[in-house]
């Protein structure tokens, strides 16, 4: 084969390389800028992950049967409910938790039965992004229960 044959063949198999490459690195950056700019839409209106708030609930159980089992944790309660739990006995007997329902942003209703009674409590919390679970219990007051939420319980379990 001749010099001029061979660089010429050469030549001709470089172009069609770099017209291969150039098309695929078009291809890739469309697909890339398609990939970057689909946007996912999850309609969560009326999902109950929305209107529960689960790390309000769970936080508002795991305090509340904390401090009723006489073992509070430090990262659920806030250190002045820690403070007076030291100074005053918390006496209430929780064998079950029947509901634990987020009320508001940051206030949750348990309803607990224990020593054959039901009793239900309003538990407040203050939200800071530096909390470990973003809640902490502030407040407890015990509330009077409806028939109706008493009717909600029966239906839960």
Do not use: H
Not at 51 to 75: G, H, M, Y
Request: glycine content about 2%; hydrophobic content about 40%.
């Amino acid at each position: 084969m001749k010099y001029e044959t061979f660089e010429a063949e050469f030549t001709k198999q470089n172009k069609r390389l770099r017209i291969v490459l150039g098309i695929s690195a078009i291809l890739f950056s469309i697909i890339l800028i398609l990939v970057l700019s689909d946007k996912k839409y999850f309609v969560l209106k009326n999902s109950s992950l929305v209107n529960d708030r689960p790390l309000l609930t769970w936080v508002c159980e795991e305090s509340f049967q904390s401090i009723a089992k006489k073992t509070p944790i430090n990262d659920l309660i806030e250190q002045s409910i820690l403070n007076e739990l030291g100074r005053s006995e918390f006496k209430v007997s929780s064998d079950e938790v029947l509901s634990v329902l987020a009320v508001k942003n940051d206030l949750c209703r348990i309803i607990v039965k224990g020593d054959g009674k039901i009793r239900s409590f309003l538990i407040n919390f203050k939200a800071n992004k530096s909390y470990p679970f973003y809640f902490k219990l502030s407040e407890i007051n015990e509330s009077e229960i409806t028939s109706t939420e008493l009717d909600l319980t029966k239906d839960e379990k």
